[in-house]
């Protein structure tokens, strides 16, 4: 869903908040279970010194970070997958507050990301 508030368009991206506390924690712990390849790209990317240029903005880590943690960790692949997980689990109480058709638009922007 997009918003307009003075002639400024945003869209509410509801899948990276219902997964935000997972991968936050997820990516303390050091990306446990994902290949050595991309556990190798991600320290690369995030785990630069201070003196670096070239850093990520805090928005595009946690973007990446959501969309490897679904592919890799949560292993979905399909559309049906996401919603079997959003339907059980630590998922349920924060689905509450999101109607369906916000999670059919966070699953559809998920999965064109993932492709």
Known sequence: MVRRTSNVGYAELHLPTILEPEVEAWSKQGWTGVTQTTH????????RDEETEERFYPCQQRAIETVIYCHEVLRIRTRGNLYELLAQG??????????????????????RATR
């Open 40 to 47: 190798d790209l991600l320290s690369y990317w995030f785990n």
């Open 90 to 111: 630590p998922f349920r109480v924060m689905n509450k507050s999101f109607g369906e058709s916000d999670l059919f638009a966070a699953v559809n922007v998920f999965l």
